[in-house]
């Protein structure tokens, strides 16, 4: 009986060891920035994450705004210290989450800029309706708000004519 114990007690254990490796929170260093919407994190123990931040979707890189995008998110947190808050992974093995660093006219503030929020207020990208039931209803609420607010004033992608969600655009060039 004790050996049958041991044993489910060790998968069990086991599952939730690996599940949380595949789940969990990030802090690191940005490494790299491949686009508006991706970054590569580096953590305390040499690990190297590619991070997708949730709730926006950027231009791509051969579609308007592209590298704007991606210049835009680097300067928020190329070479700096972000926390990511985050429980799953995607179909590509790429951590979701929201990225967190600190904002660079306050010192002494910590991790408490929101980055995918921060893009989608600058104009630099979408909110990704399509999976806004997998955000918090308040994320919801603030992100839809922040690319309204970029829309009314025309700012980055909005002051395209007409610009065309990436989606939209990947399917175009198919």
């Known amino acids: 009986m004790g050996s049958i114990f041991n044993t489910v007690a060790t998968t069990f254990g086991l ?25 590569k994190v580096l953590d305390g123990n040499s ?5 997708r931040p949730t709730g926006i979707d950027a231009p791509e890189r051969g579609q308007p705004f592209g590298q704007a995008s991606k210049k835009y998110l680097t300067a928020l947190v190329s070479g700096k210290e972000v926390f990511v808050e985050s429980n799953k992974n995607d179909r590509y093995g790429r951590v979701l989450g929201k990225v967190w660093v600190q904002p660079s006219d306050c010192p002494k503030c910590g991790k408490t800029l929101d980055v995918n929020h921060t893009q989608l207020l600058a104009g630099m990208a979408w909110w990704y309706r ?7 209803p308040e994320d919801r609420g603030r992100y839809e708000s922040a690319e309204d607010e970029a829309k009314a004033r025309g700012w980055g992608l909005w002051s395209e004519a007409r610009p065309i969600n990436p989606y939209d655009w990947l399917k175009g060039r198919r």
């Open 15 to 39: 599952i939730l060891f690996f599940i949380s490796i595949a789940q969990a929170d990030i802090t690191g260093v940005v490494v790299s920035v491949t686009d508006g919407d991706t970054i």
């Open 47 to 51: 690990n190297q994450h590619k991070v």
């Open 130 to 136: 399509y999976y806004a039931k997998q955000q918090s």
